[in-house]
């Protein structure tokens, strides 16, 4: 998990400017010779300042401490006006053991005994901080320059209007610079080892992948043990960039063959300034306050791998675990405090070059000759090349006015650009006090998992079908669906004012799909239970006069739905479709049909030819209880005067009428005899479909064509009521 105190820059990356750079950590000095050379090597890289004081020998040959470095370089911008200045410098660095190798340098100690700082600034006029609460980075290209200047023979103004000062435009004040300083006291390291840097071939064809042949380099390195006592980050300039992050007891152990056993931060202190959200508005700060990080058994051997220059592509773990401890954030009047923060391992998924690399360097060649679609298909390939076994925050409690609220843990599992195993939050509160509008809500958990994304190229495709005015396949619209496997809520209960004194309670809903054939499911269901709302929530008049009769002040709802194919038979079984109202009734169905062919999944534009092999094997539909039919029935008998009886008998007799061709048949008959007393007291009534054999669905079509009245008996169709 990316480390959460890092914002725009890296102090990682700073870090390793700074001691890259300076002869205290990978260039390291074993004697005055050597202290010469690389200083005349950084003026030979472009440093305008190379030097230091003086040094002074140590207790043998191999020791000597140099004081007063400075290094100072400029990093030129597009354009050519304009440069980034970088100062580095340290008070004094003492090396102890320092020997030159065949590959490179290693050091026994090495150790700043006061200030390391790097210095960096940026012109500020490529910072855009108009927009609210954020600032961009903008670097005109040369081109953009030469659109603003004025066209060869043209004035960039009139005589008349730079003589008008009313025309004028006042001149604006230079952007304040930005400027980055990272600061480090108490740095020691031990054990160290790192290899020259070799010089970069030119080759015109890889202008920007011929770079990455340095990282080989890096193998060669080793440390012990590598800690700074204090590390300042601090970037200042335009409105909304001031941050400062302090790092304590900063610590790298075991570094060899490009691995670590362990990176740490003892803690950390980050502030941090937001443009207002409104025109007008104050600033705001944000402080964030960090416990302990420990990162264990990092290996940047499969990113060397990704970029073409690994060594052992049987290492893809990139990181074994993170803990992060006791954080804390407080913005304006807002308090966030997490316990702890953990990742699982987090690895790539194939040992290849990123499928991106090569289009790097044609980019730098020619923009223009880039397939860019080529080019996109690409980078969404080099997405696939990453994944995470997970993540967890832990303890999570927040406070602002007239709000608070609290979660137990939210988790994320098998991360990938493939799909998800598995997002959840667990124990989470929220109390809002806000007198006639306040609100309480408490949820158990919710979660959806086993999640498979939908398919790039398909979402690429159906995009740029409906882009040209033209309709995607079903097998088109199917790919562009993603899989959601498991979606649930458990436990949940909302408390308002408005609502009184009854809640709006779930104590689960339950929605899975698995068993996919070319992304359809062959399994299944839906599980609503204990789903509880105040009768007073529903709006319509009839529903409330129902409530009233059946004595409801609470609703309280179940639904069940189940779904299966079974390959080996054919048989797609629809059971368990049940919705049950307490005190209200209960409807249950399910539903057999045969036939159904695996082709159907496979070639979904071929499902119309299910007909073709389907059959009917059983049905049944079953009410119970249904005390809402009643209490229906009794209020439209006093709205037209009649007993509930008679109301009950007459809606039979409109029935009778309305049977078509059923009308004399015997399963028209039991039809209009269990309507007739399931009317008058609705406790029970069956309609069921129990042919001898499966019945094609073809020959009903036929029947139904030909002789509507005899379906029933093909069917072998009852109706009985208790």
Request: charged content about 25%.
């Amino acid at each position: 998990m990316p480390n959460p105190i890092f914002t725009r820059f890296s102090a990682r990356t700073a870090t390793v400017v700074l001691v890259m750079s300076l002869p205290s950590h990978a260039f390291a000095n074993q004697a005055s010779v050597l202290v010469d050379r690389w200083m005349a090597d950084f003026t030979s890289m472009g440093a305008s300042v190379a030097s230091y004081e003086r040094a002074e020998d140590g207790a043998n040959e191999n020791d000597v401490t140099i004081h007063g470095v400075k290094i100072e370089f400029a990093i030129p911008l597009p354009g050519g006006e304009d440069k980034v200045d970088v100062k580095l410098g340290v008070d004094a660095v003492t090396f102890e053991g320092l020997t030159e190798t065949e590959k490179g340098y290693e050091a026994a100690k090495i150790s700043v005994p006061g200030t390391a700082r790097a210095d960096v600034e940026i012109p500020g006029k490529y910072f855009d901080t108009a927009s609210a609460g954020q600032t961009q980075l903008e670097i005109p290209s040369p081109e953009d320059e030469a659109a603003e200047a004025p066209a060869e023979g043209e004035a960039g103004e009139t005589q008349e209007s730079a003589e008008a000062p009313e025309a004028a435009a006042p001149d604006a004040a230079p952007a304040e610079p930005v400027r980055i300083i990272l600061s480090q006291t108490g740095y020691v390291a031990e054990g160290m080892a790192w290899s020259r840097l070799p010089e970069v071939a030119e080759d015109p064809q890889r202008p920007v992948t011929r770079y990455l042949d340095i990282a080989r380099t890096l193998l060669d390195g080793k440390g012990d043990r590598y800690h700074v006592g204090t590390m300042t980050l601090e970037m200042t300039g335009p409105d909304g960039m001031n941050q400062k992050t302090v790092y304590e007891d900063y610590a790298m152990t075991g570094y060899k063959d490009f691995r670590i056993d362990e990176y740490s931060v003892g803690k950390t202190v980050q502030t941090q300034d937001f443009m207002p959200l409104e025109p007008g508005g104050k600033m705001a700060q944000m402080t964030m306050t960090v416990g302990k990080q420990v990162v264990k058994d990092i290996d940047f051997m499969p990113l060397l791998t990704l970029i073409g220059q690994g060594s052992d592509p049987s290492r893809m773990t990139i990181m074994g675990s993170q803990t992060v401890e006791d954080m804390t954030v407080n913005v304006a009047s807002v308090d966030v405090k997490i316990g702890s923060i953990t990742s699982d391992p987090m690895s790539i998924t194939r040992a290849e070059a990123l499928p991106i690399l090569p289009y790097l360097d044609q980019l730098a060649l020619d923009e223009s000759a880039v397939d860019t679609d080529a080019a996109g298909e690409a980078a969404v390939d080099s997405l696939r090349f990453f994944k995470a076994d997970g993540m967890a925050v832990n303890g999570v409690s927040f406070t602002a006015p007239d709000l608070t609220g609290s979660l137990d843990k939210f988790e994320m599992k098998d991360i990938s650009s493939e799909g998800l195993g598995l997002f959840a939050f667990d124990g989470f509160k929220l109390d809002s006090d806000q007198g006639a509008q306040s609100v309480s809500v408490n949820l158990g958990r919710i979660a959806v998992g086993d999640i498979d994304f939908p398919l790039m190229d398909a979402l690429i495709r159906t995009t740029q079908l409906e882009t040209h005015g033209m309709d995607p396949s079903v097998q088109d619209i199917l790919d562009a669906r993603p899989i959601i496997g498991l979606a649930e809520v458990l436990d949940v209960s909302v408390k308002a004012a408005a609502l009184g004194d009854s809640p709006i309670e779930l104590e689960a809903y339950r929605q899975t799909e698995k068993g996919h054939i070319n992304r359809i499911p062959t399994e299944a269901g839906l599980v609503i239970k204990g789903l509880r709302f105040p009768a007073a929530m529903v709006p319509d008049p009839q529903f409330q006069d129902l409530a009233k009769r059946l004595n409801i002040s609470e609703v309280v709802i179940d639904q069940n739905f189940e779904m299966n194919w079974d390959e080996s038979t054919g048989d797609l079984t629809l059971k368990d479709l049940s919705l049950e109202m307490k005190d209200g009734g209960k409807i249950h169905m399910t539903f057999t049909i045969g036939g159904i062919p695996k082709d159907i999944f496979e070639n979904p534009e071929l499902a119309q030819m299910a007909l073709a092999t389907a059959s009917i094997k059983s049905g049944r539909i079953e009410a119970e209880n249904l005390a809402v039919l009643s209490a229906f029935i009794g209020a439209q008998a006093d709205q037209s005067g009649l007993t509930q009886e008679e109301l009950a008998a007459g809606l039979v007799d409109t029935m009778a009428q309305d049977m078509g061709p059923l009308t004399g048949t015997r399963f028209g008959e039991e039809l209009l005899e269990a309507a007739r007393t399931f009317a008058a007291d609705p406790k029970n009534i069956v309609i069921e479909m129990a042919p001898k054999a499966p019945v094609p669905v073809t020959q009903i079509l036929g029947a139904g064509a030909t002789a509507p009245q005899t379906i029933p008996d093909l069917l072998g169709a009852s109706a009985t009521a208790e």
